[in-house]
Antibody
Framework: QVQLQESGPGLVKPSQTLSLTCTVSGGSISSGSYYWSWIRQPAGKGLEWIGRIYTSGSTNYNPSLKSRVTISVDTSKNQFSLKLSSVTAADTAVYYC??????????????WGQGTLVTVSS | DIQMTQSPSSLSASVGDRVTITCRAS??????LNWYQQKPGKAPKLLIY???SLQSGVPSRFSGSGSGTDFTLTISSLQPEDFATYYC?????????FGQGTKLEIK
């Protein structure tokens, strides 16, 4: 059973860089054909897709965040990471990591981490 | 990007009711539409993929239909554990847009 677990600081100062890591267990992050994504959810609001990295290492980002986002993978640790620069209070949210699989020719988020709250405040 | 609009935003219903939630895409997305259920404090859970296929382990009272721009999620007989927020999500374009969510509450 695949499991994903987010980790990182719960408090980040404005203008600094938010850094989170997602550790994958129960399977190799580099095997199979999967996308590994970051998704966030401000309190009481909906879900916003941040971006993804493919098994091969190629990335795609939400255009609204692209200038500030970097997603990378460390296959030796079975982890992928998110860096979001120049954060403001608007970046305060629960951040989820998720796997998307090709399910009958359509990509769907089939495994999710439990989520981690990141607050941007001085 | 593709705008996903759900209706209603919130819904009150009783145990045993039949409930339908609608999701509309701003352009045709064929059947590239997934539905998720989210309970408070928890991560979303995949219910339906490819518009109408039930994810393994999901009760058969959940069903999905539609193609193109208009989609529905139906719960045939509401159970207490179904009160949650439901999101649609398109997988047609690279930008994985979600609907704004429909909160299903107990009447």
């Amino acid at each position: 059973q695949v499991q994903l677990q987010e980790s990182g600081p719960g408090l980040v100062k404005p203008s600094q860089t938010l850094s989170l890591t997602c550790t994958v267990s129960g399977g190799s992050i580099s095997s199979g054909s999967y996308y590994w994504s970051w998704i966030r959810q401000p309190a009481g609001k909906g879900l916003e897709w941040i971006g993804r990295i493919y098994t091969s290492g190629s990335t795609n980002y939400n255009p609204s965040l692209k200038s500030r986002v970097t997603i990378s993978v460390d296959t030796s640790k079975n982890q992928f990471s998110l860096k979001l620069s120049s954060v403001t209070a608007a970046d305060t949210a629960v951040y989820y990591c998720a796997r998307s699989s090709l399910v009958t020719a359509i990509w769907a988020f089939d495994y999710w981490g439990q989520g981690t709250l990141v607050t941007v405040s001085s | 990007d593709i705008q996903m609009t759900q209706s209603p935003s919130s819904l009150s219903a009783s145990v045993g009711d039949r409930v339908t939630i609608t999701c509309r895409a701003s352009q045709s997305i064929s059947s590239y539409l997934n539905w998720y259920q989210q309970k408070p404090g928890k991560a979303p859970k995949l219910l339906i993929y490819a518009a109408s296929s039930l994810q393994s382990g999901v009760p058969s009272r959940f069903s999905g239909s539609g193609s193109g721009t208009d989609f529905t999620l139906t719960i045939s007989s509401l159970q207490p554990e179904d009160f949650a927020t439901y999101y649609c999500q398109q997988s047609y374009s690279t930008l994985r847009d979600f609907g704004q969510g429909t909160k299903l509450e107990i009447k």
